[in-house]
């Protein structure tokens, strides 16, 4: 990808993510892998909502600043090289604060029941990768085995990390991931979520296809969908 395209949509992720309350202040940081060995993330200290293309800072996937650069590399760059070093499919990520979602693993409830069938045929499952103080290797660490497998993860009691194929890839997801938490929020209020059945489920995985994924999810999503959906006529919480 050209990088003057990518420095556009980066800023315009930004902006975006600001703009839809998934960071504040200056949280969150995004990135675009435009070569094998070259990366264009944004920097510490600066507003998403304020990002101009000419801020973003390229380096190499061991974080070696590869241009001069205005700021300084943001102290979760190495949370995106670690799933671009396991991930070689992916070429964006977005890392946010979204606060819905984020407040489920404050609450300690997890986010992996089939309940929605966009986010089963897209995200598969969302798992939450363990705590770790954030701005450490930590976190590094502890979302290390998870991007092998999901392309949306959560952090507990921090935030959330996706990956795509393209930065709008990325950035879709952590809309889904967000939009899907609201609905199981509103849900939990009025009185619980109903999983869809093992049935649903797996028709669901079959027609994958249609919406144009093609990364096959591995048997550990499989499995991981197939247990959390109960027998049909028996699905409530
Ligand atoms: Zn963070």
Known sequence: MPEKEARKDLAEVCRLSYIRGYVCGLEGNFSIRLQENL???????ICKGRVEPEDLILTNLEGTLC????????TELAMHLTAYAARPDISAIAHAHPPVAVGFTVAGMP????????????????????YATPSTPEVSES??????EYDALLLDHHGALTLGTTIWDAFYKLETLEHYAKTMLVAHQLGGSIPLCATQVHKLLAIRAVYGLTRPLSPAVLSSAAEKAPKEGANSE
């Open 39 to 45: 990366v264009l993330s944004t920097p510490s200290g």
């Open 67 to 74: 241009s001069r650069a205005n700021g300084r590399c943001s």
């Open 111 to 130: 986010l992996t029941s089939c309940v929605l069938p966009e986010v089963v045929c897209s995200l598969g499952a969302i798992p939450t990768a363990p």
């Open 143 to 148: 979302i290390k085995e998870l991007v092998l």
